[in-house]
């Protein structure tokens, strides 16, 4: 580390909500050319800060000090023209305009000429600046809409560098708010490698909820629990079960119990023949048993596809898929009522209606798919069978009737899970349930899920997060280039190690 | 077997936290601006009913003479039947512009059918709307196209329809039998006519809101691939509430039949508007899943006291329809509540 002072610094910085402390008295700093990792679960403090230093709220108390100077913005302009730029998760790239476009998005007066724009000088100018950050890897003349996530990530990151280069910030620091949020590992490795590059010209504050890839990227941590900066151990020496350990305190770590009595004998309630669907062309044989959960893992989106097909928003492109013994229509309303249940990946976007109640999004599939059409007749038996679900699978809400989309992510995670978990759910399919949600949300996603096995429920389970599943799994199936590359039995502490695992897939 | 049982060596693998950390949810900004605005909405409505009677009366008492509050009460059935058929649709996201062209379709058809069949043949118009409806319902959901596109287009066609089929000109309606349950009222006062609208609108109110159908129609308007997921059957949803409209335009142009006692072909014209400012006023949105069926009632009499008012003041149609079109935006500036729309098209 350099001997100069840091380029940012904070002191004893808090922050209330409502005579809540969100953040008591936090003090760090931060170095050029570093990446500082950000640890704590949801509720720690982690988004206040990043909200502070963005200037989305401004601080009771403290001081903070950027470049030399006092730094307390107002407003994400006014954090912007200090030096400091937010990458947001739920990324602003707009799809239907090239890269050189995005970049240049709002600040086309630099680029133009005789008050004109030209394509030409709009690709080279964004050329010019990709390359000169290492980033040429990213096509200037690309439509978004064909880049990867982690492309598009990129192209974020590129453009808070470019707007810093136009407002003269030579060293501009960056806020990496869950940047690999829904990657695949290759994604993941694709923009480590590239943020890596950036070092030179910036300072990174980096979160993220994978709390290996925080050990990995960062060359130093701070973990907040409560508001409080608890911790600050070197990602050298650190296991992603000691930093677990030291966002959850003193807190009681415990484990679900794998089921080991899943009787394989017993006659499969899942059998997938010949199966190919689109991402696996060589067709495959699976038979899930009733109680066990299996995790699909894969490095594309063919687990996603298996996923889809069983649920019948997809249609296989040859071969079967039989539950009980009778072929699972390829239509939802059809998988349904065969008892195939799904959690989508996408919470928002196909899972709730984030405008519409608790208690609507809820009683939802029981009234369209189980025979329970008395609940939208009767508001008392919709709010009895609501109550009972939410009771049931701990769902933290403050009222039935508040939109679903005023739950945190993993309460809504928790709402989906437990509308699948009927008594009508013989095959419960969930796509990347754990995507974006803090510890605690996940250890009750996983309870949730053994409860069901439990009951004889078979649950698959399609992971970009194999390792985090091992202490829940039975079997992991992994697929690489188009089919099965291996399968794993995870029972009585045979489960495959990472190392394994990764070697499966890529 | 046990879940989130304590486990001792601290090296097993870690999954999970027992004690839940208490979450308190973020104060919810989204529910207690809507509350506010849903009050202050309540406000301008109600404020909006009283004053424009008032001010019409001011300028002219007749405003409020028997004869013009029976007129007025008959304008209020027809339009609270078109409001009912556009808010189904408005609630799913979609919309149904071709509400005029079916009550003038239907009104002509009517006045056709009882001059060949008898009076009594014009309840023929109502299977008629509700075929009529399912037909837009049907190109839209099954073969997937923009409800605003189809029902634009449908309404030149069935505009173009009543056209033909009356030949340009008026169709008078025979007289008969009927003619006493849609020209007079209740206790000398309440016209029936709007005794049968209010209850078609009671009904639209317990179909939208206690029955299954109506909840799938709230579950399409809030997320539609959501509600896929859920296992509604979006299309037939979809065809049914464009179908239920059909029905309702229908009842609207046999009233506006008999009150007028002649169909013309452009008779349904000029409902569209003014009901959807009366959906809209009615707290509404456009972009579905919100809202219902219940506060397009008032909507529905503050449009009939303004277009009434106007008339009676003596304002140049010209002007009246100026005012209108102000209004109804004025109206959707003051109701919209556009934080609860991300972006506004």
Avoid at chain 2, 85 to 106: R, Y
Wanted: charge should be positive; include cysteine.
């Amino acid at each position: 580390m350099e001997s100069s002072s840091p380029i940012l610094r904070l002191d004893s910085v808090s922050k209330s909500f409502n005579g809540v402390k969100a953040l008591n008295s936090v003090s760090l700093h931060l170095e050029l050319g570093e990446v500082l990792g950000l640890a704590g679960h949801n509720g720690a403090g982690k988004s206040t800060l990043l909200n502070i230093l963005s200037g989305v709220f401004t601080a009771d108390a403290g001081n903070m000090v950027l470049g030399g100077k006092k730094f307390r913005p107002n407003g994400y302009a006014d954090a912007n023209s200090a030096g400091v730029f937010r990458i947001y998760q739920e990324l602003s790239v707009i799809e239907n305009l090239t890269v050189a476009e995005n970049l240049t998005l709002g600040t086309e007066k630099y680029i133009r000429r005789f008050g004109l724009i030209t394509p030409k000088r709009t690709v080279k100018t964004a050329k010019a600046f990709l390359e000169e950050f290492g980033l040429g890897d990213l096509d200037a003349k690309r439509g978004v809409d064909k880049l990867t996530m982690a492309e598009r990530q990129l192209l974020e990151i590129a453009k808070a560098l470019y707007m810093a280069r136009l407002g003269k910030i030579e060293k501009p620091v960056l806020l990496l708010d869950e940047p690999t949020s829904g990657l695949t590992q290759n994604q993941v490795d694709f923009l480590e490698e590239h943020v890596n590059r950036l070092r030179q010209h910036t300072a990174i504050i980096l979160t993220t909820h994978r709390g290996s890839e925080l050990l990995e990227w960062s060359d130093r941590i701070v973990v907040l629990r409560d508001g409080r900066v608890v911790g600050e151990p070197d990602p050298k020496r650190t296991s992603p079960e000691q930093l677990a350990e030291l966002m959850v305190g003193d807190a009681v770590i415990s484990q679900h119990e794998r089921r080991n009595d899943v009787v394989r004998s017993q006659s499969p309630v899942l059998k997938m023949t010949d199966l190919t669907v689109s991402g696996v062309d060589k067709p495959f044989n699976l038979d899930i048993y009733p109680g066990e959960v299996v995790a699909l893992i894969g490095e594309s989106e063919e687990k996603t596809q298996i996923a889809r097909c069983l649920a019948g928003l997809e249609s296989p492109i040859s071969g079967t898929a039989t539950l009980g013994g009778t072929k699972i229509p390829s239509s939802v309303r059809g998988s349904l009522k065969a008892g195939v249940r799904f959690v989508p990946a996408d919470r928002g976007g196909e899972g709730l209606a984030l405008l519409q109640s608790v208690q609507s999004n809820l009683s939802l599939c029981a009234i369209a798919a189980e025979n329970r059409r008395d609940l939208a007749r009767s508001p008392k038996a919709e709010k009895s069978f609501v109550t009972g679900l939410v009771t049931k699978y701990n769902v933290k809400v403050a009222s039935l009737e508040q939109p679903s989309g005023s739950l945190s992510g993993g309460n809504q995670q928790k709402l989906l899970v437990a509308r699948a978990m009927t008594d009508a759910a013989r095959v419960i399919v969930l796509d990347k349930p754990t995507r974006g949600i803090d510890v605690h949300a996940k250890s009750e996603i996983f309870r949730l899920i053994v409860e069901a096995s439990a009951r004889g429920v078979a649950v698959i389970v399609a992971s970009d997060e194999p390792e985090e599943l091992m202490p829940i799994c039975d079997r992991v199936i992994a697929f690489r280039n188009g089919q099965i590359s291996a399968q794993f039995d995870c029972r009585t502490g045979a489960e495959p190690s990472l190392t394994e695992l990764a070697a499966a897939i890529s | 077997m046990s879940i989130d049982r304590p486990v001792g060596p601290p090296d097993s693998t870690v999954t999970t936290v027992a004690p839940a950390p208490s979450f308190t949810p973020m104060p919810l900004r989204i529910t207690s601006a809507t509350a506010k605005h849903d009050r202050l909405q309540t406000v301008f409505l109600v404020a909006a009913l009283l004053i424009l009677p008032i001010f019409f009366t001011f300028l002219n008492p007749q405003y409020l003479s028997p004869g013009n509050l029976d007129s007025m009460m008959r304008q209020t059935s027809v339009l609270l039947l078109v409001v009912a058929a556009g808010t189904a649709p408005i609630l799913m996201g979609s919309i149904d512009l071709s509400v005029g062209a079916i009550v003038s379709l239907c009104a002509v058809c009517a006045a056709l059918l009882a001059h060949s069949f008898g009076q009594a043949a014009v309840l023929i118009a109502l299977p008629l709307g509700l075929l009529i409806g399912l037909l837009n319902g049907v190109i839209i959901s099954y073969i997937k196209l923009p409800s605003f596109l189809v029902t634009l287009g449908t309404s030149f066609a069935f505009a173009g329809i009543a056209l033909l089929v009356s030949g340009g000109f008026p169709v008078q309606l025979v007289s008969g039998p009927l003619s006493a349950f849609f020209q007079r009222s209740l206790f000398g006062i309440i016209p029936l006519p709007l005794i049968y609208a209010l209850i078609l609108w009671a009904l639209l109110i317990v179909f939208l809101r206690r029955t299954a159908t109506g909840r799938f129609i709230y579950a399409i308007g809030g997320n539609e691939r959501a509600a896929k997921v859920n296992g509604v059957n979006v299309r037939w949803v979809k065809a049914v509430a464009f179908g239920a409209g059909g029905l309702c335009c229908a009842l609207a142009g046999i009233l506006v039949l008999f009150s007028t006692t002649a169909a013309t072909p452009d008779i349904g014209n000029s409902f569209l508007l003014p009901s959807i400012a009366a959906i809209v006023m009615g707290g509404t949105p456009l972009s579905g899943g919100q809202g219902g069926a219940a506060r397009g009632l008032v909507g529905t009499l503050i449009l009939v006291e303004l277009t009434n008012g106007m008339l009676i003041i003596g304002l140049p149609p010209a002007a009246q329809q100026i005012v209108q079109g102000l209004v109804v935006i004025l109206a959707v500036l003051l109701t919209f509540n556009r934080r609860s729309v991300a972006i506004v098209k």
